[in-house]
T-cell receptor, first 113, second 112 residues
Framework: DTAVSQTPKYLVTQMGNDKSIKCEQNLGHDTMYWYKQDSKKFLKIMFSYNNKELIINETVPNRFSPKSPDKAHLNLHINSLELGDSAVYFC????????????FGNGTRLTVT | SQKIEQNSEALNIQEGKTATLTCNYTNYSPAYLQWYRQDPGRGPVFLLLIRENEKEKRKERLKVTFDTTLKQSLFHITASQPADSATYLCALANSGNTPLVFGKGTRLSVIA
């Protein structure tokens, strides 16, 4: 039933490790996103994909690499994790129309120690 | 520089009153503006969208206004209930393939 689901919900790892977060949407949407919400609750766009193609890549270190195997999935791989990467990462999807609202997953809380 | 400001980080109101949240923006020409609700440990949930040519939009106890001259949107919850307690985020985008940009949110607490 879940429209946008992301796993894992919690991720605790050490500096220098590589980790992935998975996201799937069953809404038939064409566009998917990754947002980062930091400790001050500020929600910031990282990436946007439309039909498996990268549309938006905000100023994000290239240690972050999104991968979209099909338009229902957008995974986020992070290399060489740093303390400052600790945050909640949200996946979202929308119709292609720019007016469309975003449907968010419930987030992955990443803690880097 | 571009800014979206939700002027209250936190707002406490009595149950039954109308809550009014403000979203101001600078150096944007948004085609539309959206409001979301976020509960602790959850992702934001879409509430309302208002376009630049619309002055007001309503949905049940919610009302949103959009004043492109003042560069401001107001979000009202009438007859507020403790269940309305959450963080409310405004978000906007210029037309075209620009991403939705969020304000920092206002944490609303409705006290019984």
């Amino acid at each position: 039933d879940t429209a946008v689901s992301q796993t894992p919900k919690y991720l605790v790892t050490q500096m220098g490790n590589d980790k992935s977060i998975k996201c799937e949407q069953n809404l038939g949407h064409d566009t998917m996103y990754w947002y980062k919400q930091d400790s001050k609750k500020f929600l910031k766009i990282m990436f946007s994909y439309n039909n498996k193609e990268l549309i938006i890549n905000e100023t994000v270190p290239n240690r972050f690499s999104p991968k979209s195997p099909d338009k229902a999935h957008l995974n986020l791989h992070i290399n060489s994790l740093e303390l400052g990467d600790s945050a909640v990462y949200f996946c979202a999807s929308s119709q292609e129309d720019n007016n469309s609202p975003l449907h968010f997953g419930n987030g992955t809380r990443l803690t880097v120690t | 520089s571009q800014k979206i400001e939700q002027n209250s980080e936190a707002l406490n109101i009595q149950e039954g009153k109308t809550a009014t949240l403000t979203c101001n923006y600078t150096n944007y020409s948004p085609a539309y503006l959206q409001w979301y609700r976020q509960d602790p440990g959850r992702g934001p949930v879409f509430l309302l969208l208002i376009r630049e040519n619309e002055k007001e939009k309503r949905k049940e106890r919610l009302k949103v206004t959009f004043d492109t001259t003042l560069k401001q949107s107001l979000f009202h919850i009438t007859a507020s209930q403790p269940a309305d307690s959450a963080t409310y985020l405004c978000a906007l985008a210029n037309s075209g393939n620009t991403p939705l940009v969020f304000g920092k949110g206002t944490r609303l607490s409705v006290i019984a």
